[in-house]
């Protein structure tokens, strides 16, 4: 499906039970990139389940196989219907799903059309300029020099599947955002982290703007932001 301002996509609805005995309906709408799903702060759908890997599966859609799940490589498995999968399982709305100690149920409802309001929002965001930025890493790895060109936001962490990726234990799989903030310039915003992130020794709070020039620590790690 394309990324664009008046795109569509596919809406779905799911149950679950987590690990507390809460019923839980969501709604989730398929764009253009899979669904993850998993106990971090950073997926699509969190699990509040011990025995949940931090990145346990993933969902995608399409047309010729509809629904599927997909093992994130988890520590406990998925199964369908109380069978282990070991790659990927096409999933019907009769199917359950079980990660954990998590059951789950998925019905695709349709095809999903943004509102007005929604499409005045994307255009206003896709009229922000690229910004150019530079990052310099200092990890447990070789300093390094990274050039990226910042239209919305970059996911930062130790997973590979994060924007930037910075190699050090002390770092979340998706520990922040560096964030494209129009006329204001370049913003980060913790995710939920574990050790946070440091801004000239201390703490920050909610969305921060910086200068070019400044360096930020997450964890043990240094990254420092031009543009």
């Known amino acids: 499906m394309v990324n664009a301002v008046n795109e569509m996509g596919i ?15 969501r709604r989730v709408i398929f ?33 010729l196989n509809g629904l599927v799940i997909e093992d994130d490589d988890s520590s406990n498995g998925v199964y ?20 954990g100690n998590t059951v789950m149920r998925f019905t695709v409802l349709g095809v999903y059309r943004p509102s007005d309001r929604e499409i005045t929002a994307r255009s206003r965001a896709l009229r922000k300029k690229p910004i150019k930025i530079e990052l310099e890493i200092q990890d447990d790895t070789i300093p390094r020099t990274e ?17 930037v990726c910075v ?10 955002r560096i964030i494209n903030c129009g006329s204001d310039g370049v913003g980060i915003v913790d995710v939920h ?35």
């Open 193 to 227: 982290s574990s050790n946070g992130i440091q801004l000239g020794g201390l703490d920050i709070q909610g969305l921060t703007l910086l200068k070019s020039g400044d360096s930020v620590t997450l964890g043990n790690a240094t990254v420092t932001v031009r543009y």
């Open 31 to 63: 764009v253009d990139r899979p669904v993850t799903i998993g106990r971090s702060d950073g997926v699509g759908i969190v699990l509040d389940d011990m025995l949940v890997s931090n990145f346990h599966a993933r969902l995608t859609y399409d047309s």
């Open 11 to 25: 809406l779905i609805r799911v149950r679950y039970t987590d690990d507390g005995g809460t019923h839980i309906i």
């Open 147 to 163: 050039h990226y060109v910042l239209r919305n936001d970059l996911t930062v962490g130790r997973d590979p599947s994060c924007d």
């Open 167 to 176: 190699n050090s234990q002390t770092v979340s799989k998706t520990h922040a």
């Open 80 to 99: 369908v219907n109380n069978v282990r999968i070991y790659k990927w399982c096409r999933v019907e709305k009769t199917d359950s799903v079980r990660l």
